[in-house]
């Protein structure tokens, strides 16, 4: 099945630390997002690209950085994580084709990330 | 800048009954997307609103959406344990100069045997 998926699944690290989170969607969709949930905040955009060369912030990007490595490739970093980048981190997918009509988005299963 | 509300925020429902959860937002759009999570779990796409006046239904969910009044409702329909999770309604920005959606809060629900 064409799927959206997120490594790694859980992480634990320090504060300072520089953190990598990846995503690999093999849905063939144009677009892809990166999102932090936060109990009772619903979700947050951090990062969105359209294309391998469209990268765009989002609400929270401060304390973030992305990199669209190939259309199915779309990495989050941390450069110096702090506690309060404690989260739960979703990757998602939408299809440009029919973004003029719809933009419903596919996740990933999610990545826990915890600062100490 | 668009905001999306849902209420209530928390719900505990008995099996068998109906209750409806409503999301609100503030500046016109007429595509909205209501999600469902289960707990620890990814949010899976439940439907697609693209017009006003759009109803869809699955199952024991309904949803429509009023884009004059700004408002869509998740309708729940004799309920059941399985329906137990988080739902989610999100508003499309289409009509600014980048396209990306915002979503709710998130309601809660519970249903009690």
């Known amino acids: 099945d064409a799927d959206v998926t997120q490594t790694p699944r859980n992480r634990i690290t320090k504060t300072g630390k520089r953190i990598m989170l990846e995503c690999s969607q093999t849905k063939g969709h144009d677009r892809m997002y990166w999102y932090r949930q936060d109990p009772g905040l619903g979700l947050r955009l951090i990062y969105y690209s359209f294309d391998v060369k469209d990268i765009n912030k989002g609400e929270i990007s401060d304390g973030y950085s992305v990199s669209r490595q190939a259309q199915a490739k779309f990495s989050l970093s941390l450069e110096s994580a702090i506690p309060n980048q404690t989260a739960l981190y979703f990757c998602?997918?939408?299809?440009?084709?029919?973004?003029?009509?719809?933009?419903?988005?596919?996740f990933g299963p999610g990545t826990r990330l915890t600062v100490l | 800048e668009l905001k999306v509300e849902q209420n209530p925020l928390f719900l505990s429902m008995q099996e068998g009954k109906n209750y409806t959860i409503y999301c609100n937002y503030s500046?016109?759009?007429?595509?909205l997307y209501w999600y469902r999570q289960d707990p620890g779990k990814s949010l899976e796409s439940l439907f697609v609103l693209l017009s006003n006046g759009a109803v869809k239904q699955e199952g024991r969910l309904m949803a429509s959406l009023d884009t004059k009044a700004r408002l869509s409702t998740l309708h729940i329909t004799a309920a059941v344990h399985d329906l137990s999770a988080t739902y989610f309604c999100?508003?499309?920005?289409?009509?600014?100069?980048?396209?990306?959606?915002?979503f709710g809060p998130g309601t809660s629900l519970s249903v009690i045997p």
């Open positions: 998602a997918t939408s299809d440009r084709l029919t973004g003029g009509l719809s933009n419903e988005q596919f």
């Open positions: 999100a508003v499309d920005m289409m009509k600014t100069s980048y396209d990306k959606v915002i």
């Open positions: 500046t016109t759009s007429d595509r």
